[in-house]
């Protein structure tokens, strides 16, 4: 008896690892989907929060709708896109952050790169640097912690701006 009750268990188990292998194949062909012009495509919705066939195209400037169709339909049977039956354009179902697009976050109907958040934030700190030397002006300026984070400040922002342009210049477009 326990015997049987060990091997329903061994099946259940393997019921569960088939489904958990289901997943694993939906995810790998996103990321096998997500690459040249149905990219380009998934980059045009994801930005544009909504598009049809004909606007991809002539966005894009794809050659024919058939193209653009083809694209589209990759993108719905991987999950990735869904399309409204009322008005006929397709919408982003679910955001993939595998490649190029886990660099990037969504901002409206803008892509912006991470890094840019980052240099943002040394930007400030140069402006906070240069009113701290403006207020307390000579002590403040020879201090040598103040110049070392003033180093230091300049070296992440130039760094995140040769990350950023890097970046964008990779964005599917």
């Given at each position: 008896m326990t015997y049987r009750s060990s091997k329903s268990k061994n099946r259940t188990s393997l019921a569960m690892s088939d489904s958990d292998v289901k997943a694993q194949k939906v995810k790998d062909n996103r990321e096998k989907v997500l690459q040249g012009k149905t990219l380009q495509v998934y980059w045009y919705?994801?930005?544009h929060h909504r598009a049809g066939v004909r606007?991809?195209?002539?966005?894009?400037k794809m050659v024919s709708?058939?193209?653009?169709?083809?694209?589209?339909?990759?993108?719905?049977?991987?999950?990735?896109?869904?399309k409204n039956d009322k008005d006929g354009k397709y919408y982003v179902k679910e955001g993939v952050k595998k490649g190029v697009l886990g660099f990037y976050f969504r901002l409206g109907h803008f892509m912006i790169p991470r890094y840019s958040l980052y240099l943002v934030i040394n930007i400030l700190?140069?402006?906070?640097?240069?009113?701290?030397?403006?207020?307390?002006?000579?002590?403040?300026?020879?201090?040598?912690?103040?110049?070392?984070?003033?180093?230091?400040?300049?070296?992440?922002?130039?760094?995140f701006i040769y990350e950023s342009m890097k970046i964008w210049k990779r964005k599917p477009t």
């Open positions: 919705i994801l930005t606007e991809i195209q002539k966005a894009l709708p058939g193209t653009v169709t083809y694209q589209l339909n990759k993108l719905v049977k991987a999950g990735i896109v869904t700190g140069v402006i906070v640097y240069v009113y701290l030397a403006i207020f307390y002006g000579d002590a403040f300026i020879t201090n040598p912690a103040s110049l070392l984070f003033l180093f230091f400040i300049i070296y992440c922002t130039s760094v």
